[in-house]
């Protein structure tokens, strides 16, 4: 990609950046999305009244991904696992760690990897995972990210050759009618964390920003969240933008980015890839980025130029006159011609996947590095930034460097393989949602299914051939 600040120039130019002696990063990452899609225009905007262009533009979401019944956030994540050791021809003894995120847990005790791991075992043979140490992270949509961090550095120090993978696993789920239930989905991703990684190379710079909050939670014992759904987005803003800036002053630091002449830290990065709780949510984040970065840039006079100067909270006797005027402005911004173009360049394909799928949760950050894959968006040597949000609340931004051989990853086919789901209706979302239904919609096949949850609440999976 040129870019057109002509990022990769200057992110070409930087080598070496990575404390560990070898890089260590993603090798590859596989996508498992469930077979049900119901669409959001037709039948589901008009019974529950709502314009099908909120849905679509507004949102952001065409279709969401629905869980049959035999599927969970443990099936999910035993299939993506299961495509990336035969995509990647792992064994189950090259696998030291697995590290799976996620907020959908199937058990408050058991860590939902043993499960997978006796999913798999049902391929790979009884005890073929049993040197594998396995362990559920828990931190709304950032866990996996916060797993990803950490297996990072055993990858690193560990002195034999095996690898680490990272599961993304979530069922997305709001009451019916509320103003949660078009922003669902499911889905999980696993990532294969390996020394000299063919996809990119993590630079080891973590900006954090944690906060107590209610913005979105579930309370022991309860099946679906609850969500304080505007007071989260402005949570995600908040905490992204105090990340960021951790972020870009490490990186400053430790001499990675170290703007100069009117720079700023974004025009050292070719490509930003946010939590996508719903498309246009990476909107909203990425120009909260980019206002909050450029401020400090030669490029805000021409901002300023096209929407006018800032309010300053010193010329405010009122304070909740001051709020307006700077969300009016944060809505200029976004409609501004230099923020338009940085986001149609550097962020926006991120969330191709997501349109057809919804929201993943913890997975959904990846969803967009498995976008830029597939539209082959991404270039040798560029510089990746990811933001990643987890309501509670954390961010935690990072970097990473596309890699020389990225090329040679075999596509997933990931936008045909949508394109071959089943479309339920309306009645038979609702029936699934509710737990109602019982039995699959498609007759689980070349794949791991929940077969039974006994008396005890242990659950029993099969690999229904
Ligand atoms: N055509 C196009 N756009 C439309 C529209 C139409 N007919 N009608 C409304 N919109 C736009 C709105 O103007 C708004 O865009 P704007 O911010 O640029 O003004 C956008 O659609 C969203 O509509 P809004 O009414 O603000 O949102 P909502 O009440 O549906 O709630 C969430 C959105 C995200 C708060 C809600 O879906 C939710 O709670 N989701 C779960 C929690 C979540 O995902 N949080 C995110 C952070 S983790």
Redesign the pocket.
């Known amino acids: 990609m040129t870019g057109i600040f002509g990022n990769s120039s200057k992110s070409a130019s930087i080598s070496g950046n990575s404390p560990f002696k070898e890089a260590v990063g993603i090798d590859d990452l596989a996508v498992y999305i469930p077979q049900l899609y119901l669409p959001l225009e037709g039948e589901f905007s008009r019974r529950r009244e709502?314009?099908?262009?909120?849905l679509?533009?507004?949102?952001g979401i065409e279709r969401m991904a629905i869980p049959d019944a035999h599927e969970d956030a443990a099936t999910m994540a035993a299939m993506s696992l299961l495509e990336l050791m035969r995509r990647c021809d792992l064994l189950p003894e090259d696998i030291g760690k697995i590290h799976i995120g996620t907020e959908s847990a199937v058990d408050e005790a058991k860590a939902i990897g043993t499960y997978v791991i006796g999913m798999l075992e049902k391929v790979y043979g009884p005890g073929s995972f049993q040197h594998c140490s396995t362990v559920e992270f828990k931190s709304?949509?950032i866990g996996t990210t916060l797993a990803l961090e950490s297996i990072s550095y055993w990858v690193a120090a560990d002195e034999g050759e095996r690898v680490g993978v990272v599961i993304a696993s979530d069922v997305a789920k709001?009451p019916l009618g509320?103003?949660?239930?078009?922003?669902q989905g499911a889905g999980s991703v696993s990532l294969l964390v390996k020394k000299n990684p063919r996809i990119a190379a993590l630079e080891q710079i973590y900006g954090c920003f944690t906060r107590d909050e209610n913005?979105?939670f579930r309370p022991t014992g309860c099946t679906m969240a609850t969500?304080?759904?505007?007071h989260?987005?402005q949570?995600?803003l908040d905490a992204m933008q105090g990340a960021f800036a951790s972020f870009a002053a490490k990186a400053a630091r430790k001499g990675i980015i170290s703007p100069k002449n009117g720079e700023c830290t974004t025009d050292w990065i070719d490509h930003l890839l946010f939590?996508i709780?719903?498309p246009?949510?990476i909107?909203?984040a990425s120009a909260a980025i980019f206002r909050q970065d450029w401020k400090n840039s030669s490029r805000w006079s021409d901002v300023e130029a096209e929407i006018g100067p800032e309010p300053e909270a010193g010329n405010y006797d009122d304070l909740e006159r001051y709020r307006l005027d700077l969300a009016r402005y944060a809505?200029s911004f976004?409609r501004s011609r230099q923020f338009l173009e940085a986001y149609n360049a550097r962020v926006i394909d991120s969330a191709a996947l997501s349109r057809s799928i919804g929201?993943i949760y913890t997975g959904s950050i990846y969803l967009g590095l498995a976008s830029l894959l597939e539209l082959q968006k991404l270039r040798a040597h560029e510089r990746l930034c990811f933001g990643a949000?987890g309501?509670g609340c954390s961010a935690l931004v990072f970097s990473a460097r596309v890699s020389s051989e990225f090329s040679s990853v075999p596509s997933r086919d990931l936008f045909e393989r949508l394109e071959k789901r089943r479309e339920i209706s309306l009645e038979e979302y609702e029936l699934l949602h509710e737990g109602v239904r019982k039995e699959s919609l498609i007759q689980p096949s070349g794949e791991f299914a929940l077969a039974q949850i006994d008396h005890q609440g242990y659950r029993h999976y099969e690999y229904m051939s």
């Open positions: 709502i314009d099908p262009g909120k679509t533009r507004g949102i709304a949509c709001y509320s103003s949660g239930e078009y922003t913005d979105f969500v304080n759904g505007k989260s987005n949570c995600y939590h709780p719903y246009r949510m909107e909203y809505r976004a929201n949000y309501s």
